[in-house]
């Protein structure tokens, strides 16, 4: 194990997109330009309701065609910085239409917390282009239980490489 | 699978881990097979309490119960635990498809609008 601050297992993409930095930021936060681009390959966006101010919430459906139906998955969050044009903080959770995280109850579980990840989206101006930087943090540093999963996955992981 | 499904899959396997025996059966399992009976040991809770957390392992595809008869050990199947530890790569190619459908959206949207500015 790692002595000091645990390896945290973020992804980082950054990407410079030709575009002013005023409309990449409302695409993060107008839903409509949200649903437009947000689905990955084979999903879509029915639902995408974004406050964006700090405590506001996002509720986002996911929607896909699956062979046994369509398939519903709803995410939402809360803001926990929001500076225009210039960085944007939310958490992400599964949650019901209604926007009620999934309780570890509703999960099959008596205890424990539920997943909680965390999007950091960064914008700076590069020559009239605007460089975005988005990092999506697997478990947050400050959420419940993060020290113990932490540990449980440096431990686990050990094990794996030795095995 | 598809990126969704998979982004279900780690979902499910991430709220398996979010709780402090659950971690601990996973742990003692990965020092061998073991019985119910022998994963309940170390707990003050009873046998139907320690069989529902490993109902839930199981569920996220991280416990295999065996066949054999009377005892049934179970036994950890690391692959889930794989995809959590390589959470960046999994999640990586779902960002990366959403970043290239905003480039494309943006560039779109300023090409319309500049269509419309022309006369």
Redo the contacts between chains.
Sequence with gaps: MTAGTPETKDVVIERTLDAPIALVWQMWTDPEHFKAWYGPMGAAIPVASIDATVGGTRLVCMEMQTPDGTMQMWFTGEHREVVENQRLVYTESMCDPEGNILSPEEMGMPEGHPGITEVVVELREVDGKTKLTLTHVGVPADSPGATGWTMALDKLETHLATS | M????D??LL?ET??????????QI??RL?EGEASVNELAEPFDMSLP?VS??I??LE?AGLVVQGQRAQFRPCQLD?SP??A?????EH??P??????D???S???E??SNQSEGKTK
Excluded at chain 2, 14 to 23: I, Q, V
């Design positions: 598809t990126l969704v499904e982004e279900a979902s991430f709220a398996a881990l979010a709780n402090p025996t659950r971690r996973l742990a990965a309490a529902r957390h109902k839930v569920r690391a635990l794989e959590v530890s390589e959470w960046a999640y990586r779902i960002w990366e498809s959403r970043l459908q905003m480039d959206y943006l560039q949207l300023q």
